[in-house]
Nanobody, 131 residues
Framework: VQIVESGGGLVQPGGSLRLSCEVSAFTLDLDYYCIAWFRQAPGKEREGVSCIDLKDGNTYYADSAKGRFTMSRDRAKNTAYLQMNNLKSEDTAVYYC???????????????????????WGQGTQVTVSS
């Protein structure tokens, strides 16, 4: 399984960034997987941001992402995107893409995204929001 993230960088407060996550997993049936974004700021725990069912496109957003972030996917390319608008300094973190055999419906029932449900992780991409 290979996960490649891209799109991080430095942006001013109020600006936008689009992160991409391409998954190569020839041994997995990705129809049963959710592609997720987590982030980890220095000195803080890794927190879930959003997840998208690769098959049907259902999405889940953490409270911190609602109204500002939008997740989408290209099923043919096994790629998910995180459009981040109106970025704030508190969004500064390393953003990690991960896949897990968990559905958005299950995440909603649980009420949060836990890293323990995700089996494969990318290397991370830095997002810095600063003037």
């Amino acid at each position: 399984v290979q996960i490649v993230e891209s799109g991080g960088g430095l942006v001013q407060p109020g600006g936008s960034l689009r992160l991409s996550c391409e998954v190569s997993a020839f041994t997995l049936d990705l129809d049963y997987y959710c592609i997720a974004w987590f982030r980890q700021a220095p000195g803080k725990e890794r927190e879930g941001v959003s997840c998208i069912d690769l098959k049907d496109g259902n999405t889940y957003y953490a409270d911190s992402a609602k109204g500002r972030f939008t997740m989408s996917r290209d099923r043919a390319k096994n790629t998910a995107y995180l459009q981040m608008n109106n970025l704030k300094s508190e969004d500064t973190a390393v953003y990690y893409c991960a896949i897990g055999s968990i559905s958005v419906a299950t995440i909603e029932a649980i009420g949060s995204m836990s890293p323990r449900y995700y089996d494969y992780w990318g290397q991370g991409t830095q997002v810095t929001v600063s003037s």
